[in-house]
C-alpha cells in the first residue's frame, strides 16, 4: 500500500509538485491518499490536484479510490465536501459537483461541457462565443456577488476568454472551473481541461521545439491556431485572449499556464519556468484590482499595446469580442 499525503496548503506550488511526485507510486498495487495534514486549500490548486490524482487512479485501475483523514470539523476539509471536490475524485464524501450554485465568495467545481452550451444555442439562436459569455457573467455575479457591472464583468471578461480558448482549440467536451474571492480582496480563477494542449494545437501553425516554446507562443498577441479572417465577425478569434490575461495576472496578481511539461508563472512583471507533466491545459489567474484603478480602462490599455506588438509582426488587431467587456 502506497501513501499519497496532499500538503498542509494545497496552492498552485504544492499541487505542482505533489502531481510530479506522483510517478513514485505509480508500481504501487494500492494507493491511499492521505488527507490528515491538509488545512487550507486555493482554486487552481484543488483543480490541478484533482484532475492529475484522477488520472492517475483511473490508469492504475485500481478498484477505488482510497482516503483516510477527512474529518468533520477541519474547515478545509468541509470546503471541499461542499464544492465537490472529494466526489469528484471518486471518494465517497460530501456533495457532488455541481450540486450548489456557490457562496459569497466562491463556485464550486464546476463542469461546463460542449453539449449543455450546444443545447443552449439551439435555444437562443445565438454563436457559441455568445453563449459563453451569458454563462460567465452567471458566475462572475455568483463569485462577487455584485451586479454592478464595474464588479463583475471583469472577472466574466477573463471566464469567458479562458473558456472560449477550450471549446475552440483543445479538441475535449468539457472544462472543470473553480473561483474563490480572496481573503486580500484578490480573486481567483482556475480552469482546466484534459483535451490535446496548446503544443499540440498551435503545432497546425507553428513549428515549435518544446511545450515552454508553445507556451511562450501563446501567450503572444495575435497567436491562434485558428485566427478569424472576418474582422467583422464579433466572436472572431483575434488571438489576444490568453494575451490579456495573462498581462493582467503579471501586472495585478499572478498567472500560471500549464500543458504538457512546463509551466509558465507571471507575477510582479516576471516570468519563471516550471516544470510539469500534464495532459491538457490548466490556468490560474489571481488579481486585486488597486485602489483607484478602472479594470476596464486597464484591460483596454493592455489590447493597445499588445496590438502595438502584433503590429511590428503579423499586423494583428484585437476582435470585437476581446474589446467588449460586457
Not at 482546466?192 to 516554446?213: A, C, H, T, V
Not at 466572436?235 to 509558465?264: D, H, P
Request: charged letters at 20%.
Amino acid at each position: 500500500m502506497s501513501t499519497i499525503l496532499l500538503p498542509p496548503s494545497l496552492d498552485a506550488e504544492a499541487a505542482l509538485r505533489l502531481a510530479n511526485g506522483l510517478d513514485a507510486h505509480r508500481a504501487a498495487p494500492e494507493a491511499i491518499l492521505d488527507f490528515t495534514g491538509l488545512r487550507s486549500v486555493e482554486p487552481f490548486g484543488l483543480l490541478y490536484a484533482g484532475a492529475a490524482l484522477r488520472t492517475f487512479f483511473r490508469d492504475r485501475e485500481y478498484s477505488g479510490v482510497g482516503a483516510r483523514g477527512v474529518h468533520a470539523g477541519e474547515p478545509a476539509h468541509e470546503y471541499l465536501a461542499h464544492i465537490g471536490f472529494f466526489q469528484w475524485l471518486g471518494i465517497g464524501v460530501g456533495k457532488p459537483p455541481g450540486a450548489v450554485p456557490g457562496g459569497a465568495t466562491w463556485l464550486p467545481v464546476t463542469t461546463i461541457t460542449r453539449a449543455d452550451l450546444n443545447q443552449r444555442m439551439a435555444e437562443t439562436g445565438k454563436p457559441l462565443g455568445s453563449v459563453i459569455h451569458n454563462e460567465c457573467e452567471c458566475l462572475a455575479r455568483l463569485v462577487t456577488q455584485s451586479h454592478q457591472l464595474k464588479v463583475y464583468t471583469p472577472l466574466a471578461y477573463c471566464m469567458r476568454e479562458v473558456i472560449r480558448n477550450v471549446f475552440e482549440h483543445a479538441h475535449t467536451d468539457r472544462c472543470v472551473l473553480c473561483a474563490q474571492k480572496c481573503t486580500d480582496a484578490s480573486v481567483e480563477l482556475a480552469v482546466i481541461d484534459q483535451g490535446r494542449g496548446i503544443r499540440r494545437s498551435l503545432e497546425e501553425r507553428f513549428k515549435l521545439d518544446s511545450d515552454e516554446e508553445a507556451l511562450r507562443c501563446a501567450l503572444q498577441p495575435g497567436v491562434s491556431r485558428n485566427l478569424s479572417s472576418d474582422p467583422h465577425d464579433p466572436w472572431g478569434n483575434s488571438g489576444f485572449g490568453l494575451f490579456v490575461i495573462s498581462e493582467l495576472g503579471r501586472e495585478l496578481g499572478v498567472f500560471r499556464l500549464v500543458s504538457g511539461n512546463a509551466a509558465l508563472h507571471l507575477a510582479a512583471g516576471a516570468c519563471h519556468v516550471e516544470t510539469a507533466g500534464y495532459c491538457g491545459t490548466a490556468i490560474q489567474l489571481r488579481v486585486r484590482r488597486p485602489s483607484g484603478v478602472n479594470m476596464t480602462s486597464f484591460i483596454e490599455s493592455i489590447i493597445a499595446r499588445g496590438e502595438t506588438m502584433s503590429t511590428r509582426g503579423a499586423g494583428r488587431h484585437a476582435s470585437k469580442s476581446t474589446r467588449n467587456l460586457s
